[in-house]
């Protein structure tokens, strides 16, 4: 997500927060599964429509991507590590279906996804609590940054 709309639209959150003098939240580390010496199948939410950590929420079906070439899984979005096989709108969130076939990947309880944002607006700007960038439009990155396992 480092197209110059996305710089920009990270530049005005970061505006936003020195105005309301809002810290940013701590990350939390995700614990790790068992080794497994098998390929393991992952179900989850890759795309939510709540406001993330950044103070970033996607509208529901915001996110596109091409259902017949869906994007490479990747391990920490540089190492492949297996195949999406399935990718679905439930509501406003994005449901993924996959094989994990990395190592490490394996253990991971957790994914990330990497869009190109066309299109977004700040919703609540006036609001220390809920100020935030609604994307309204995006491309799931099928290149260097798809969906990656965290």
């Not at 110059?4 to 959150?13: Q, S, V």
């Not at 509501?91 to 279906?97: A, F, I, P």
């Not at 253990?107 to 996804?113: K, Q």
Request: proline share 7%; with cysteine.
């Amino acid at each position: 997500m480092t197209s110059g709309l996305a710089m920009k639209m990270k530049l005005e959150l970061s505006s936003l927060a020195r105005r309301h003098r809002v810290e940013p939240k701590l990350s939390i580390a995700l614990l790790l599964h068992p080794p497994s010496p098998r390929s393991v199948l992952i179900t989850g939410v890759a795309c939510a429509d709540s406001i993330d950590q950044e103070r970033m929420r996607f509208a529901p079906r915001s996110l596109t991507f091409l259902p017949w070439k869906l994007p490479p899984l990747l391990y920490r979005h540089r190492d492949l590590a297996g195949e999406i096989e399935r990718l679905v709108w439930d509501g406003g969130r994005l449901l993924l279906e996959g094989r994990v076939d990395h190592v490490e990947g394996r253990r991971c309880n957790g994914l990330s996804i990497a869009a190109t944002i066309q299109r977004y607006e700040l919703r609540d700007q006036d609001d220390p609590q809920h100020f935030h960038a609604l994307i309204l439009r995006a491309d799931l990155d099928g290149g260097q940054h798809p969906a990656s396992l965290s």
